[in-house]
Protein backbone atom coordinates (compact mmCIF):
# COMPACT_ATOMS: atom_id res chain seq x y z
CA UNK A 1 0.00 0.00 0.00
CA UNK A 2 1.40 3.61 -0.54
CA UNK A 3 1.90 5.94 2.25
CA UNK A 4 3.47 9.19 2.93
CA UNK A 5 5.30 10.29 5.52
CA UNK A 6 6.15 14.15 6.48
CA UNK A 7 8.56 15.11 8.92
CA UNK A 8 8.18 17.50 11.43
CA UNK A 9 4.71 18.70 12.01
CA UNK A 10 6.01 22.30 12.12
CA UNK A 11 8.96 24.05 10.35
CA UNK A 12 10.29 27.99 11.26
CA UNK A 13 12.49 29.79 9.01
CA UNK A 14 13.34 33.39 8.65
CA UNK A 15 12.50 35.75 5.55
CA UNK A 16 15.11 34.91 2.75
CA UNK A 17 16.09 31.60 4.34
CA UNK A 18 16.28 28.05 2.80
CA UNK A 19 12.96 26.46 2.92
CA UNK A 20 13.33 22.24 3.18
CA UNK A 21 10.32 20.46 3.64
CA UNK A 22 10.76 16.68 3.92
CA UNK A 23 8.54 13.67 2.74
CA UNK A 24 9.25 10.43 2.34
CA UNK A 25 7.04 7.75 0.46
CA UNK A 26 6.35 3.96 0.39
CA UNK A 27 4.88 2.69 -2.96
CA UNK A 28 5.69 -0.76 -4.63
CA UNK A 29 5.41 0.89 -7.99
CA UNK A 30 7.15 4.08 -9.38
CA UNK A 31 4.28 6.67 -8.17
CA UNK A 32 3.40 9.76 -9.07
CA UNK A 33 4.17 12.30 -6.22
CA UNK A 34 2.84 15.66 -5.59
CA UNK A 35 3.12 18.90 -2.94
CA UNK A 36 -0.26 21.34 -2.59
CA UNK A 37 -0.11 24.27 -0.17
CA UNK A 38 -3.11 25.12 1.61
CA UNK A 39 -3.57 28.99 3.22
CA UNK A 40 -5.81 30.26 5.91
CA UNK A 41 -9.16 29.27 4.87
CA UNK A 42 -8.65 28.04 1.79
CA UNK A 43 -8.35 24.71 -0.49
CA UNK A 44 -5.48 23.18 -1.58
CA UNK A 45 -3.28 24.37 -4.25
CA UNK A 46 -0.93 22.38 -6.76
CA UNK A 47 2.74 23.33 -6.56
CA UNK A 48 4.37 20.56 -7.95
CA UNK A 49 4.06 17.03 -9.46
CA UNK A 50 6.42 14.41 -10.41
CA UNK A 51 5.14 11.90 -13.13
CA UNK A 52 8.27 10.71 -13.66
CA UNK A 53 9.57 12.49 -16.25
CA UNK A 54 12.82 14.68 -14.92
CA UNK A 55 13.58 14.14 -11.47
CA UNK A 56 13.74 17.63 -10.49
CA UNK A 57 10.78 19.05 -10.79
CA UNK A 58 9.79 22.78 -11.00
CA UNK A 59 6.99 24.37 -9.45
CA UNK A 60 4.99 27.65 -8.78
CA UNK A 61 5.97 30.57 -6.47
CA UNK A 62 9.42 29.68 -7.00
CA UNK A 63 9.13 25.84 -5.35
CA UNK A 64 11.07 22.98 -6.31
CA UNK A 65 11.24 19.34 -5.58
CA UNK A 66 13.81 16.46 -6.05
CA UNK A 67 12.38 12.80 -6.42
CA UNK A 68 14.82 10.30 -5.04
CA UNK A 69 14.44 6.85 -5.36
CA UNK A 70 17.11 5.37 -3.46
CA UNK A 71 16.40 7.63 -0.82
CA UNK A 72 11.98 7.41 -1.61
CA UNK A 73 12.13 10.96 -0.89
CA UNK A 74 10.64 14.04 -2.77
CA UNK A 75 11.85 16.76 -0.47
CA UNK A 76 10.45 20.51 -1.45
CA UNK A 77 12.62 23.36 -1.65
CA UNK A 78 12.78 27.10 -2.38
CA UNK A 79 16.15 28.89 -2.10
CA UNK A 80 14.60 32.31 -0.51
CA UNK A 81 11.82 32.24 1.95
CA UNK A 82 9.20 35.07 1.84
CA UNK A 83 6.26 35.95 4.36
CA UNK A 84 3.60 34.36 1.75
CA UNK A 85 4.62 31.29 2.18
CA UNK A 86 3.61 30.63 5.65
CA UNK A 87 1.06 28.08 5.07
CA UNK A 88 0.03 24.51 5.25
CA UNK A 89 2.39 22.63 3.29
CA UNK A 90 1.27 18.56 1.80
CA UNK A 91 2.65 15.81 0.10
CA UNK A 92 0.91 13.26 -1.61
CA UNK A 93 1.82 10.19 -3.91
CA UNK A 94 -0.60 8.56 -6.19
CA UNK A 95 0.73 6.09 -9.02
CA UNK A 96 -0.16 4.37 -12.17
CA UNK A 97 -0.44 1.57 -10.10
CA UNK A 98 -3.72 2.73 -8.62
CA UNK A 99 -6.31 1.21 -10.54
CA UNK A 100 -6.35 3.75 -13.10
CA UNK A 101 -8.13 6.27 -10.12
CA UNK A 102 -7.24 9.89 -8.73
CA UNK A 103 -7.25 8.86 -5.68
CA UNK A 104 -4.47 10.93 -3.26
CA UNK A 105 -2.42 9.90 -0.46
CA UNK A 106 -1.43 12.79 1.73
CA UNK A 107 1.04 13.31 4.22
CA UNK A 108 0.00 15.11 7.35
CA UNK A 109 1.43 18.02 6.47
CA UNK A 110 3.77 20.31 7.79
CA UNK A 111 3.07 24.22 8.84
CA UNK A 112 5.74 26.83 7.86
CA UNK A 113 5.65 29.42 9.62
CA UNK A 114 8.34 32.65 8.21
CA UNK A 115 9.69 35.06 10.60
CA UNK A 116 10.75 38.42 9.72
CA UNK B 1 -10.38 30.94 -7.27
CA UNK B 2 -10.17 27.25 -8.14
CA UNK B 3 -13.34 27.46 -10.53
CA UNK B 4 -15.07 24.64 -8.36
CA UNK B 5 -17.89 25.63 -5.93
CA UNK B 6 -18.86 24.54 -2.60
CA UNK B 7 -22.18 24.93 -0.56
CA UNK B 8 -22.84 25.51 1.96
CA UNK B 9 -19.51 27.51 3.44
CA UNK B 10 -20.49 26.23 7.15
CA UNK B 11 -22.94 23.93 8.56
CA UNK B 12 -23.68 23.33 11.79
CA UNK B 13 -26.20 20.45 13.17
CA UNK B 14 -26.64 17.75 15.79
CA UNK B 15 -25.91 14.33 16.21
CA UNK B 16 -27.73 11.82 14.37
CA UNK B 17 -28.82 14.22 11.49
CA UNK B 18 -28.45 14.19 7.87
CA UNK B 19 -26.78 16.43 5.56
CA UNK B 20 -25.94 17.34 2.29
CA UNK B 21 -22.62 18.99 1.07
CA UNK B 22 -22.98 20.04 -2.75
CA UNK B 23 -20.08 20.49 -5.06
CA UNK B 24 -19.75 22.27 -8.75
CA UNK B 25 -16.64 21.45 -10.72
CA UNK B 26 -14.62 23.52 -12.63
CA UNK B 27 -16.21 23.74 -16.49
CA UNK B 28 -15.64 20.78 -18.43
CA UNK B 29 -14.22 18.47 -15.41
CA UNK B 30 -15.57 15.01 -15.29
CA UNK B 31 -14.02 13.72 -12.67
CA UNK B 32 -14.94 14.83 -9.28
CA UNK B 33 -13.61 13.96 -5.84
CA UNK B 34 -14.27 13.87 -1.95
CA UNK B 35 -11.79 14.73 0.47
CA UNK B 36 -12.25 15.14 4.74
CA UNK B 37 -9.69 17.14 6.69
CA UNK B 38 -9.83 16.62 10.16
CA UNK B 39 -7.10 16.94 13.11
CA UNK B 40 -7.14 13.29 14.13
CA UNK B 41 -7.31 12.01 10.61
CA UNK B 42 -5.39 14.32 8.68
CA UNK B 43 -6.65 14.66 4.67
CA UNK B 44 -8.35 11.37 4.01
CA UNK B 45 -9.67 10.36 -0.07
CA UNK B 46 -13.10 9.83 0.18
CA UNK B 47 -14.53 8.79 -2.95
CA UNK B 48 -13.92 10.00 -6.79
CA UNK B 49 -16.71 9.86 -9.66
CA UNK B 50 -16.09 10.44 -13.52
CA UNK B 51 -18.57 11.11 -15.88
CA UNK B 52 -21.24 9.89 -13.44
CA UNK B 53 -19.66 7.01 -11.92
CA UNK B 54 -17.83 5.25 -8.96
CA UNK B 55 -14.66 5.40 -9.86
CA UNK B 56 -12.72 4.99 -6.85
CA UNK B 57 -13.54 4.81 -2.84
CA UNK B 58 -11.77 4.94 0.13
CA UNK B 59 -11.96 5.34 3.93
CA UNK B 60 -15.60 6.27 3.39
CA UNK B 61 -17.93 5.53 6.21
CA UNK B 62 -21.09 3.28 5.52
CA UNK B 63 -23.34 6.36 6.79
CA UNK B 64 -21.92 8.52 3.57
CA UNK B 65 -22.80 8.54 0.40
CA UNK B 66 -22.41 10.18 -2.90
CA UNK B 67 -23.51 10.82 -6.08
CA UNK B 68 -22.61 12.66 -9.43
CA UNK B 69 -25.48 14.28 -11.56
CA UNK B 70 -25.59 14.31 -15.39
CA UNK B 71 -25.00 18.21 -15.12
CA UNK B 72 -21.59 16.90 -13.35
CA UNK B 73 -22.61 18.25 -9.96
CA UNK B 74 -22.05 15.71 -7.15
CA UNK B 75 -23.16 15.80 -3.61
CA UNK B 76 -22.13 13.95 -0.74
CA UNK B 77 -24.69 12.51 2.18
CA UNK B 78 -24.09 12.03 5.63
CA UNK B 79 -26.28 10.65 8.14
CA UNK B 80 -26.77 9.27 11.32
CA UNK B 81 -24.07 12.30 12.41
CA UNK B 82 -21.41 11.89 15.43
CA UNK B 83 -19.23 14.43 16.77
CA UNK B 84 -16.45 12.71 15.06
CA UNK B 85 -17.90 13.66 11.92
CA UNK B 86 -17.10 17.29 11.83
CA UNK B 87 -14.51 18.53 9.72
CA UNK B 88 -13.70 19.86 6.75
CA UNK B 89 -14.83 18.89 3.55
CA UNK B 90 -12.98 19.52 0.48
CA UNK B 91 -14.39 18.88 -3.39
CA UNK B 92 -11.86 18.74 -6.12
CA UNK B 93 -12.33 18.45 -9.96
CA UNK B 94 -10.19 17.18 -12.43
CA UNK B 95 -10.79 16.55 -16.44
CA UNK B 96 -9.65 13.37 -16.10
CA UNK B 97 -9.61 9.52 -14.55
CA UNK B 98 -6.23 9.52 -13.29
CA UNK B 99 -4.21 11.13 -10.84
CA UNK B 100 -1.65 12.45 -13.60
CA UNK B 101 -4.25 15.16 -14.26
CA UNK B 102 -4.19 18.01 -11.63
CA UNK B 103 -7.17 17.80 -9.16
CA UNK B 104 -8.46 21.32 -8.22
CA UNK B 105 -9.94 22.00 -4.92
CA UNK B 106 -13.16 23.96 -3.75
CA UNK B 107 -12.56 25.68 -0.25
CA UNK B 108 -14.53 23.21 1.46
CA UNK B 109 -17.37 22.79 3.72
CA UNK B 110 -16.94 23.14 7.17
CA UNK B 111 -19.11 20.97 9.15
CA UNK B 112 -19.84 20.87 13.03
CA UNK B 113 -21.92 18.51 14.83
CA UNK B 114 -23.08 19.55 18.00
Known amino acids: AQSVTQLGSHVSVSEGALVLLRCNYSSSVPPYLFWYVQYPNQGLQLLLK??????LVKGINGFEAEFKKSETSFHLTKPSAHMSDAAEYFC??????????????FGQGTTLQVKP | DSGVTQTPKHLITATGQRVTLRCSPR?????VYWYQQSLDQGLQFLIQ???????AKGNILERFSAQQFPDLHSELNLSSLELGDSALYFCASSDGITSYNEQFFGPGTRLTVL
Open chain 2, 27 to 31: SGDLS
Open chain 2, 49 to 55: YYNGEER
Open chain 1, 92 to 105: AVSGPGSSNTGKLI
Open chain 1, 50 to 55: YTSAAT
